[in-house]
Structures are given as structure tokens and as C-alpha cells.
């Protein structure tokens, strides 16, 4: 789903428990009142500003409460884990925004709790690829391989000799980015669909996981 300015996100977010809104990292958004969990001295955002915020949660509120999260990526995954409850089911007046510039980075966890926005600019959505053209590719033909295809596609993409690990996790990405890109410019839901497969088959190899397994079994359906 499109949205024209930063100013409505408020009036979007106020519709929904939790939304993800994606817009560049140089364009502000502000929410009047809202509480903000940003990294502070970390990289990530840290389990005790959650709990703060949580804490805060608590109260019954009278109007609408606003938790913006940004960049909604440095949430980690024991961050994340903490926030599931709350971030499915926020409560009456409660309404988590997530921003961020890349959703690919977003956890799965996150991502299948939240409806997802993207700030209608010729930049996010007309952006170049960096990956090279065998690259994108692989990451085209694993988008749309059936089940039968995807043990050649694998053995394909792990020919390669230097850096094998590496290679995958960039084909992964680049078809992830472009499952993103598919889904904004047509609407049709089969892209996204296919989104939280390609996440968990990044987040296994990028933790070692054998490369030939995740890309057959976490990309079949």
C-alpha cells in the first residue's frame, strides 16, 4: 500500500495497531507526543528502553499513544521477541510505527504482525539494483522456480568457488528487494506471499546454515 506525504502517517497509524512505514532515511517524521525507542549509545535498541516503554504502555490510555520505532531495523531479535505480544495485539489507542528505509531487515517475526506502507517516491520505488546481472538473474529465476526447480538453482548458485556463503546471501537479498519492488509497483499479494521464505532462508545461511538445504527448503511454496 502507497501513501503520498510523511503527514499522514498519523492518520494511517491511528487505523492500525502496528504498520511499517518505509520511507528514505534523510526524511523526518514526526508524530506529536509519540514515545520513540531509537538506539541510544548501541547500534540495536536495547531490551531495558523496551521494557520502559512497555511499562509506560501499561497505563489505561484516554487518547491515542503512539510508539514510533526508528530505524525499525535496529530492533534485534530478543528486542523483537519481547515486543511480539504488544506489537500483535497493541491494545485499545495503542499504536506501534515502525520506519525504516530497508524492510528486507526487518525480522519475519515483525513483519507478519504489521501492515506495511511505502512512501510513494520515484527513489524507493525506481531505484537501481546494485547487484550485477547474474545476480539478478538467479534472484529472478528463485522468484518464480517452482518446488522441482529450485535443487538446480541451488547447486547453480554454490558453483560458485570464493565466497559461496556470501554469494548466496546476495542472491537471497537481491530477490527479497525485488519481491519488495513487485509487490509496491503491482499490488498483487503473490509477492508478498513469498517474502517471509526468503527471509528465514537469509537469516539460516547467514547463521551458517547449509546453503543448499535453506534455498530448497525454506523457498518450496
Request: aromatic residues 6%.
Amino acid at each position: 500500500m502507497f501513501f503520498d506525504s510523511v503527514g499522514e502517517i498519523p492518520q494511517i497509524a491511528a487505523r492500525v495497531g502496528t504498520a511499517i512505514f518505509v520511507v528514505p532515511d534523510e526524511m523526518p517524521v514526526e508524530i506529536k507526543n509519540a514515545l520513540v525507542l531509537a538506539p541510544e549509545d548501541k547500534a540495536t535498541i536495547t531490551i531495558e528502553q523496551v521494557r520502559e516503554i512497555l511499562a509506560r504502555m501499561a497505563v489505561k490510555q484516554t487518547e491515542d499513544q503512539f510508539i514510533l520505532v526508528r530505524p525499525a531495523e535496529a530492533l534485534s531479535e530478543e528486542v523483537a521477541n519481547a515486543m511480539l505480544k504488544n506489537l500483535e495485539e497493541p491494545g485499545d489507542r495503542v499504536h506501534f510505527v515502525l520506519v525504516t528505509s530497508a524492510p528486507s531487515f526487518l525480522l519475519q517475526t515483525i513483519l507478519s504482525r504489521a501492515a506495511i506502507y511505502m512512501l510513494r517516491t520515484p527513489s524507493m520505488i525506481d531505484s537501481k539494483l546494485l547487484a550485477d546481472e547474474k545476480v539478478k538473474d538467479l534472484a529472478k529465476r528463485l522468484m518464480v522456480a517452482r518446488a522441482s526447480d529450485l535443487p538446480t538453482l541451488a547447486e547453480e548458485i554454490v558453483k560458485k568457488k570464493d565466497g559461496v556463503r556470501s554469494y548466496a546471501l546476495t542472491v537471497v537479498g537481491t530477490a527479497i528487494e525485488m519481491l519488495y519492488k513487485s509487490y509496491f509497483i503491482t499490488g498483487k499479494d503473490a509477492f508478498i506471499k513469498k517474502i517471509p521464505g526468503f527471509l528465514k532462508c537469509y537469516e539460516s545461511i547467514e547463521k551458517n546454515g547449509h546453503i543448499k538445504l535453506h534455498l530448497v527448503a525454506d523457498l518450496i511454496g
